[in-house]
């Protein structure tokens, strides 16, 4: 398949997490953790199997910063507001992850929803259900390795009638 054929503006939009868009399979739907593995996931997913909703910088929870040597107890610890900045940054990380696997950038400010079989609770069990992926350090080879492990991860959904 040519990974290039497929745009991120295909993914259907829910403005709702839970609210899998008509056009998709019934299922249990995880949101994909945001760094350069989950995006790969998504793409791996596509738009037949993932969908996006709105996650702007006011959505996400305050940012935990601290104050003090770091090998002890942080003097000081307080929380700011996650800013455009921040989503900036790591919109960028993730994009220069995914240019790396060949893969197209990632619009900024949303959640990415995908297919899972029933087992799977969450991001964090869809990463470590996708583990072996981190035997790779070239994010080519890691796409190809959630390619294949996520194509087995939803062979295990029984199809629906």
Not at 19 to 27: A, F, R
Not at 98 to 104: F, H, Q, W
Not at 116 to 140: F, H, M, T
Request: with cysteine; proline share 10%.
């Amino acid at each position: 398949m040519d990974d290039m054929a497929q745009y991120w503006s295909e993914y259907p939009l829910s403005e709702v997490d839970g609210q899998v868009p008509s056009t998709l399979p019934v299922g249990r739907y995880v949101s994909v953790i945001s760094n350069g593995h989950g995006a790969l996931t998504a793409w791996v997913a596509g738009p037949s199997r993932c969908y996006r909703t709105p996650h702007p910088a006011s959505a996400h929870p305050p940012v935990r910063v601290t104050r003090g040597d770091p090998s002890r107890e942080p003097e000081e610890v307080w929380f700011e507001p996650y800013t455009e900045e921040d989503l900036r940054m790591v919109n960028d990380n993730v994009n220069s992850y995914l240019a790396e696997a060949g893969v197209r950038l990632q619009p900024r400010g949303y959640k990415w929803h995908v297919l899972v079989p029933e087992s799977v609770r969450d991001g964090e069990e869809l990463e470590y259900a996708l583990r072996e992926k981190n035997q790779y350090i070239e994010p080519a080879e890691v796409l190809r390795a959630i390619e294949r492990l996520y194509e087995s991860l939803v062979s295990q959904i029984p199809p629906t009638s």
